[in-house]
């Protein structure tokens, strides 16, 4: 069966291909039958609300566990996928799964899935949210899609009316990484946006007067808009503190939690109740 199901995708090794293309032929290989037999995995990273400390909800973050290299993370994956066309069939995947895994998570746990900007060129993303919507029972307004300024920089119109749509459902959308890349704050006039996410790099470098007046003006643009704000790399307890002092809508980072498999997660390690 290894052998009909591999056809047409395993690469010839030449002798003349130089190491990194060797390497990344493998790579290549190892990702195709990692979709295959299910080596991709999904943690999760808490999302608090900074003011009252709760847990809200969980980003899902996707994980390669590969059998020789051990634990791999999507830096290392996602860009090969895009380039190579598995990026539909991943991103469709994650969907589902967290879908699923979250419609298991007690009271409106949120679950905050990643897009990438290919996902949102075929046209077809509505229907996937819709068909993971509905596979897992999962109400719309527990599921957020995170987005980079990378998905809108072409202004297409195709890409308002899709993210609309998805919207419709009450499904959240997210501005991921606020504050890297174009960050053109017509952006986030243009599309619905729920949600600004500020960059890690801004929290981590809070310690800057420079950095503290940016983030600042982040959550006060938030609010402006009706949007909430979440700060992401949060390390040390000081950023706890200036987070809750200026008003800062949510958090995560390692010192909130790192990412876990679902049934790691905090309820699911409580005792349960009606157990036969
Ligand atoms: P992201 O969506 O901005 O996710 C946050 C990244 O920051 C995660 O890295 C997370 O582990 C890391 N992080 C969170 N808190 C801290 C902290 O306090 N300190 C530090 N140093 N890092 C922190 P990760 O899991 O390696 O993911 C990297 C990126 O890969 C994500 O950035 C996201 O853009 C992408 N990604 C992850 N899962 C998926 C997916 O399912 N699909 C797609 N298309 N992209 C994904
Ligand atoms: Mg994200
Ligand atoms: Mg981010
Ligand atoms: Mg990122």
């Known amino acids: 069966a290894a052998k009909a199901d591999q056809r047409g995708t395993v690469r010839r090794f030449e002798p003349e291909m130089d190491a990194a293309a ?10 195709r039958r990692a979709v295959r037999h299910g080596e991709l995995v999904i943690h ?8 009252g400390g709760d847990i809200i909800g969980y980003e899902a973050l996707l994980r390669w566990q590969h059998p020789e290299r051990g634990l791999l993370y999507p ?30 998570w007690p009271g409106d746990l949120k679950v905050a899935v990643n897009a990438s900007p290919l996902q949102f ?35 297409s119109p195709a890409i308002a009316h899709l993210l609309e749509s998805i919207r419709a459902l009450g499904v959240g959308i997210s ?29 981590m470098g809070l310690a800057e007067p420079n950095s503290k007046a940016v983030v600042s003006a982040i959550i006060g643009l938030g609010k402006s808009l009706g949007m909430t704000v979440t700060a992401e790399g949060i390390e040390e307890p000081e950023h706890i503190e200036y987070l809750k002092g200026i008003g800062c809508g949510q958090g995560q980072g390692y010192l909130i939690g790192k990412t876990k498999p679902s049934d790691q997660l905090p309820h699911a390690q409580e005792p349960r109740r009606n157990v036969a």
Do not use: H, W
């Open 175 to 203: 501005m991921d990484d606020f504050g890297t890349g174009y960050s053109s704050l017509s952006y986030l006039l243009s599309y619905p946006f729920t949600k600004i996410k500020i960059d890690k790099s801004f929290i």
């Open 44 to 51: 999760y990273m808490p999302l608090i609300d900074i003011a």
């Open 75 to 104: 830096d290392s994956f996602i860009g090969l996928s895009e380039e190579i066309g598995l990026i539909d069939v991943i991103g469709q995947y994650v969907l589902q799964a967290a879908c699923r895994e979250a419609a298991s």
């Open 121 to 155: 060129r075929g046209g077809n993303l509505l229907n996937i949210v819709l068909q993971a919507l509905a596979m897992s029972g999962l109400d719309p307004s527990r599921l957020e899609i995170e987005i980079t300024e990378a998905v809108l920089m072409d202004r």
């Open 22 to 31: 060797r390497e990344k032929a493998k790579l290549e290989n190892d990702l």
